[in-house]
């Protein structure tokens, strides 16, 4: 059993900055992956970043948002600088394990809102 916790949400004004931490924790020997998602009110779920051994983003956060991981702590960090409404969603973790089993695990989610 593994959990995903998110935290680092917030209220924050246009062209300002959040951090976002996710921690996994339980049955764990092994992570391929740690990634984040989001989802705007009305609109479906999106990719924002990922991350193996190195980041990948989506094209509307390029320049802006730096994923970074810390493999002693099971833990995935997303730092948004410059920050647009158009960012506010609620943001998911996304785990995907190797070992001891294969699975994708999701948090419960953070909500970030960027005011004009």
């Known amino acids: 059993q593994v959990q995903v916790v998110e935290s680092g949400g917030g209220l924050v004004q246009a062209g300002g900055s959040l951090r976002l931490s996710c921690a996994a924790s339980?049955?764990?020997?092994?992570?391929?992956?740690m990634g984040w998602y989001r989802q705007a009110p009305g609109k479906q779920r999106e990719l924002v970043a990922t991350?193996?051994?190195?980041?990948s983003y989506a094209d509307s956060v390029k320049g802006r948002f730096t994923i970074s991981r810390d493999n002693a702590k099971n833990t995935v960090y997303l730092q948004m600088n410059s920050l647009k409404p158009e960012d506010t969603a609620v943001y998911y973790c996304?785990?995907?394990?190797?070992?001891?089993?294969?699975?994708?695990?999701w948090g419960q989610g953070t909500q970030v809102t960027v005011s004009s």
């Open positions: 339980g049955s764990i020997l092994n992570i391929l992956s």
């Open positions: 991350i193996t051994t190195r980041g």
């Open positions: 996304k785990v995907v394990v190797t070992r001891p089993q294969i699975g994708n695990y």
